[in-house]
């Protein structure tokens, strides 16, 4: 996985927390999905991305040489 992927994935989870707090401000539902789902599932995305953000710059090879300076 490229890092634009995981920079992609925490970006739609933030998307998601951001519709999610309109819902909740508003006080507005679509059928099942409210704002405290959009918050959950935005939040559920964002760890993800964040996840995969790191796990990239641990893996890194330049990474790695930086740290051994």
């Given at each position: ?5 995981a920079i ?53 090879q330049r ?7």
């Amino acid at each position: 996985m490229k890092t634009k992927y995981a920079i992609m994935i925490f970006l739609v989870g933030l998307l998601i927390n951001l519709f999610g707090a309109l819902l909740k401000i508003t006080h507005f539902s679509f059928g099942p999905l409210n704002g405290n789902i959009c918050l959950t599932v935005g939040s559920i995305v964002q760890g993800l991305g964040i996840l995969l953000i790191i796990f990239k710059v641990l893996t890194n090879q330049r990474f790695k040489d930086f740290l051994n300076k």
